[in-house]
């Protein structure tokens, strides 16, 4: 059975890469009708922060990635929270040291600290030098009665070839007399993330495992371990680094990478989900859109990517502009009027919202141009800020125009609306494009041009909704008053 896991530890919040690559263990799980587990690695206590585990477990409810067993919820091999496993991982020490497979190191931080100076001005690469190896185990029981500190290391057998078959490396191969005698089990019985990972994985019956390729440098260390645990290794793919597009890791330096970030920006779950799968995987086609369970349908292995993908946030921002597009209608109402609601309170403009219905007809036309939800606010201004027009001199198009062209323009299109008094029929946009049109004539403008000036007048900005829609939401009376400001 395939069983993955995704092993965060709450020591930030959940970055966007964690999600990433808890999705491709998701992905590989429900794909084979196998388990997804969520255990959750706190055993670094001091680098934990507060609320770390809840904002793991509600990301991946965000996202859609419910997963089988993990805190909450449970399972056969629960606990799923480390730090409520201290137990398993000191019995399991305990049953290397029975195996000779590990060993009790009595060396104080000093002696060792002098020993990583000593390496390092030798410029060999620090490596305990095994001085507590050879200690007898009677002996050693006897020294920790008496109350000395120690810590549990492996006993790293010499001369060894430790081969790894990575799905995304290949064979990865290793001498063990590179590798150091790690640490197991601390001297304040906690467990390293050695002991706990391959404990965990091998108790938790993990088949698969997806992370990021900083791991690898561990993996010899794992392999002595499992096979001192007598259990498969199981299968690999170490996902190579995402990269920010100026070079280099992807980092915080250079814009959001936590996953409540990108919410709080606006970025829709589902979109940066699946700007998520296309980075490190490549469909049998060029198809770009995929929901989570077309994608796990589609999901393999073997199409993840060797090269490291450049984190484009443009791409993301398409993606984002295309699926609220897509918006179901109560989607839509949802996300757009949280947003709206919000801007209008901050504005102290509620007061002017009479129902919904008003509001959606004005978040409808302004759809198709929101990429990311944060951009509401400014492009619904327009309806209820009174806009300076920009100056038309810094426009395309009208800039060849004078001053007084502009105004003498604007304060006849004003004369020609309040000619229509109440004349019904002459409130409908073939009537106002026309009238547009033959003003532009009369004075020899481009029509493209006039079209411009009026929208610049009425909408404050060069690019706005839909002209004419935009003006039938605002009134007449109100078109007249931003018509005859212009001056
Ligand atoms: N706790 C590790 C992390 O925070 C897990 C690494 C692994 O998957 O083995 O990424």
């Known amino acids: 059975m395939v069983r993955t896991r995704f092993a965060p530890s709450p020591t930030g919040f959940l970055h966007i890469g964690g999600v990433r690559t808890a999705l491709y263990s998701y992905a590989l799980a429900r794909k084979h009708k196998g388990a997804f587990v969520l255990r959750i690695e706190d055993t670094d206590k001091k680098r934990e922060i507060e609320g770390g585990i809840k904002n793991i477990v509600d990301g991946l409810k965000v996202f859609g990635m419910k997963f089988d067993e993990g805190p909450g919820i449970e399972g056969p091999y629960k606990p799923y929270i480390q730090s409520k496993r201290l137990k398993i991982y000191q019995e399991k020490a305990q049953e290397l040291i029975d195996k000779g497979k590990a060993y009790y190191c009595f060396c104080s931080e000093e002696r060792l600290k002098k020993l990583r100076e000593s390496q390092q001005k030798a410029k060999k690469q620090p490596k305990y030098d095994g001085k507590c190896r050879e200690i007898k185990k009677a002996e050693a029981e006897k020294r920790i009665k008496n109350g000395e500190k120690f810590v549990i290391r492996l006993k790293v057998p010499r001369g ?8 995304l490396l290949g064979k990865v191969s290793w001498n063990s007399n590179d590798v150091d005698d790690q640490v197991l089990l601390k001297s304040d019985s906690f467990p390293t993330y050695h002991l706990a990972v391959v404990v965990d994985d091998v108790l938790m019956k993990i088949s698969h495992i997806t992370r990021g390729i900083e791991w690898l440098a561990s993996v010899p260390k794992h392999i002595l371990l499992y096979k001192a645990f007598d259990y498969k290794f199981p299968v690999t793919a170490h996902m190579p680094v995402i990269l920010d597009p100026d070079g280099g890791k992807l980092s915080k330096r250079k814009g959001a990478v936590a996953v409540n970030e990108f919410l709080e920006q606006g970025y829709l779950p589902e979109a940066t989900l699946n700007f998520l799968m296309l980075l490190g995987w490549a469909p049998k086609d060029d198809r770009e859109f995929f929901s989570l369970s077309e994608f796990v349908k ?21 993606f984002n502009g295309e699926y609220i597009r897509k918006l179901s209608k109560k989607g839509f109402e949802v996300k757009f009027l949280t947003w709206a609601k919000k801007y209008l309170k901050d504005k102290k403009l509620l007061k002017q919202l009479t129902d919904d219905e008003e509001l959606v007809k004005k978040l409808e036309l302004i759809q198709e141009r929101v990429s990311v939800l944060s951009e509401i606010p400014n492009q619904l201004e327009f309806f209820y800020e009174n806009m300076h027009a920009p100056n038309p001199k810094e426009i395309k198009g009208v800039k060849r125009y004078e001053k007084e062209d502009y105004v003498k323009v604007v304060s006849e299109y004003a004369e020609i609306i309040r000619s229509y ?11 106002w494009e026309e009238d547009i049109r033959s003003l532009a004539d009369k004075y020899s403008w481009k029509h493209g041009d006039m079209f411009m000036m009026i929208r610049l007048v009425i909408c404050g900005s060069p690019v706005s909704p839909p002209l004419f829609e935009s003006m039938v939401i605002l009134g007449k009376d109100e078109i007249i008053r931003r018509l005859g400001e212009y001056k």
């Open 160 to 167: 060894e070839k430790l081969i790894l078959e990575d799905v």
């Open 298 to 318: 589609e999901f393999s292995m073997e199409r993840l990517n060797k090269a490291s993908p450049v984190f484009d946030r443009q791409k993301l921002l398409w």
């Open 421 to 431: 008094e109440e004349d019904s029929s002459k409130w409908k946009h073939e009537k």
